[in-house]
């Protein structure tokens, strides 16, 4: 777009921001009754989750020992979908005003009692349960001994169902509960054979009430380790287990599940290594998965003409993402080493090598970065926004020169726009058991699950990755194998309003929001913006006028019941594709994807072979020292390509010692 061109959207943003104004305007959604003010444990957590599911909590501090008029008063509110009272509060509230200021909203209402401590009148919570939690102990426990377990009541424990967590806490507090009256553990911290309950709900009539116990976990290192997820999340499952129950579709969720095995380095020839495309796709068909190649920018132009129909013949089950550019050692590595301006020089490459392989093949690409090696540090996230890239996914989603943030929603969530406002995702190796948790709190929270692997992993079998599929479709039986691309342009999260309308929080600069009603539906949607770009924001291609709000961009859209539009945040930048130079000049490059093409294609299909790989893997620096053993794979590798008819690489062996790249 001319500038003139976006002047005038500026403005026609700018008069329509009247309409767009209010639009998220906070509505008080969990009721939070407490006798105390202050900041309390039980509180924080409650804030958390709230804050996780995007709704508004608001606190009523009742203003003396008999104050239910308070409690009936916030309970009232005709927006509410949660009450939350701290046990504390009990003693100080008409029970049955309280149910009956329930009864009127004429739906249910769910409440939960938090902060449930031997300290809480036993005779209170009795009446409040209807006899069936008779009171509450602690138990001294040893750090790191036992774990969290939880029930299996479908509506409520979802996809968390029979699952277990960390329990980092020194003591628990559990409940006593009297099984005559009809009580129903959600959760309990098991020791050995012993199960003590920490979370349970009771009926009273048709009203439901939940009570759980106070917890209060020792500290969790802040780290970027995506398996910190399950500690973090079993200091507030009660919280958001709750929560998600009362709040179902007015809190945040994501459009679907979706899930995608990555494996990296590959290219199109048959076969990579391991990997045997055509038997591959049988086994993705035969167990609904989705198969995305890594593909390094630089084999542009190398891929055999049957492979290329059979990915072309099969978008449903292989896709393409892009791995670096050359994948030369630590090519996005720091930037004492590598300097900014050299990491975007190879981004632009990396582009136009990309264009040029959909155009030679008809195949698309996602324009998701996987790094190779792991994540480049946070200004070249910069630079993959600029270049409109969707997202990049690696095993760490913090980049190498950055701390993670200490938040719960950064441990919790796969994706995060915390570092150059840009989405970066993580992905676990299946290379490695993963841990059933893990998966099980993904699916609940509706976190896309990534997998990736290299080509070795299927040195035992092209069945090798059935059974980690089978058990996300165990877990998420409606789960969506998809491109990283598609997953990327459905990052969103949606929530129901309270007018009929929804609200939306975008996470990529293109987005797919799909309206599964039947009818026309209003969405008021909302993206963090750092506004270091200029951008046009388009929908379905044209201009769209939008809002400015502080560090968010906020639209207003229709879309018609069962329809689907594109929303697009175009960053504009100084790339011209035909200008970039694609060629591969650098004979030291050419080596090294050589080596790696006979590391991957020859040596891994031995066992010796396989442990030399893994060792360089662990020990580059040490290995890099051995230059006989790298200077015999030249030789070696002279003599395959001879023997393999291709052109000469004497040039290789010239060139003498050259550092393998890693995985
Ligand atoms: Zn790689």
Redesign the pocket.
């Known amino acids: 777009m001319t500038s003139r061109g976006f002047t005038y959207w500026l403005i026609v943003a700018a008069v329509c921001s009247v309409a767009a104004t209010g639009s998220n305007a906070p509505a008080a959604e969990v009721s939070y009754i407490d006798v105390a003010s202050g900041r309390s444990y039980a509180r924080q957590q409650m804030a958390t989750a709230a804050k996780f599911y995007g709704l508004e909590m608001e606190e009523t501090v009742l203003t003396g020992r008999r104050d239910t008029a308070s409690a009936v008063a916030a309970i009232g509110d005709p927006n509410i979908v949660a009450v939350v009272i701290t046990a504390n509060t009990l003693s100080a509230l008409d029970q049955q005003q309280v149910l009956a200021a329930l009864r009127k909203h004429g739906h249910r209402i769910p409440v939960l009692i938090v902060g449930v401590t031997e300290q809480t009148d036993s005779a209170v919570l009795r009446q409040w349960s209807a006899g069936a939690i008779a009171g509450c102990k602690t138990s001294a426990i040893a750090q790191g001994r036992g774990s969290y377990t939880v029930s299996s009541i479908t509506d409520i424990t979802r996809q968390l169902s029979s699952h277990r967590f960390p329990l980092n806490q020194t003591d628990i507090r559990y409940m006593i509960m009297d099984a005559r009256h009809g009580v129903q553990l959600l959760m309990a911290a098991k020791l050995d054979s012993v199960e003590l309950p920490v979370f349970a709900n009771v009926a009273l009539g048709n009203q439901v009430l939940f009570f759980a116990t106070e917890t209060r976990a020792d500290d969790i290192p802040v780290s970027p380790d995506p398996f910190r997820e399950q500690a973090v999340f079993a200091t507030l499952a009660p919280q958001l287990m709750f929560l998600r129950y009362a709040a179902g579709l007015r809190a945040w969720h994501s459009p679907a599940s979706y899930a995608n095995l990555t494996i990296?380095?590959a290219w199109l020839r048959e076969r990579y290594g391991y990997v045997d495309y055509v038997k591959l796709l049988r086994e993705a068909q035969g167990h609904n998965f989705h198969v995305t190649v890594?593909f390094v920018p630089w084999n542009f132009d190398r891929s055999e003409p049957a492979m290329i129909s059979l990915f072309r013949t099969h978008p449903d089950r292989f896709s393409i993402t892009v791995?670096?550019n050359n994948?030369d050692h630590q090519e996005f590595g720091l930037y004492k080493t590598h300097p900014l301006n050299m990491q975007v020089d190879d981004i632009r490459q990396a582009l136009a090598r990309m264009e040029r392989f959909s155009e030679l093949t008809h195949i698309p690409y996602s324009p998701v970065m996987v790094f190779?090696?792991s994540i480049s540090p946070e200004s070249t996230l910069a630079a993959l926004k600029r270049y409109n890239f969707l997202a990049t996914a690696n095993s760490l989603n913090v980049p190498s020169d950055a701390s993670a943030p200490p938040d719960e929603e950064f441990a919790l969530r796969a994706v995060t726009q915390a570092f150059a406002n840009f989405p970066s995702l993580r992905r676990y190796s299946a290379e490695v058991p993963i841990p059933e948790s893990q998966l099980a709190i993904d699916a609940f929270i509706g976190n896309p699950m990534l997998f990736y692997v290299h080509q070795g992993f299927f040195a035992a079998g092209i069945d090798s990755f059935n059974r980690t599929a089978d058990t996300v479709t165990e877990l998420q039986p409606d789960v969506q194998w998809q491109s990283l691309g598609h997953i990327a342009q459905h990052l969103y999260l949606t929530k129901l309003r309270d007018d009929g309308a929804y609200d939306v929080r975008l996470y990529t600069g293109s987005t797919h929001l799909e309206n599964t009603q039947k009818r026309e539906s209003t969405f008021f949607i909302e993206k963090e913006e750092d506004f270091a770009l200029p951008m046009d924001v388009l929908v379905d291609g044209q201009p769209y006028a939008y809002e400015r709000v502080g560090t968010q961009v906020r639209l207003k859209l229709l879309v018609p019941g069962g329809k689907s539009r594109e929303i697009t945040f175009r960053y504009r930048n100084d790339l011209n594709l035909a200008a970039v130079d694609i060629s591969k000049s650098s004979s030291r490059i050419s080596i090294i994807r050589l080596l790696s093409d006979f590391r991957d294609n020859m040596v891994s299909r031995t066992a010796l072979g396989r442990r030399f790989i893994r060792s360089y893997t662990g020990k580059s620096s040490e290995w890099n020292g051995i230059a006989v053993i790298l200077t015999g794979l030249v030789v070696a590798l002279g003599a395959w390509h001879l023997s393999k008819g291709r052109k000469s690489v004497s040039r290789v062996a010239r060139r003498g010692v050259i550092t393998v790249t890693g995985?």
């Open positions: 990296d380095d890594a791995h670096g994948h190779p090696h995985r």
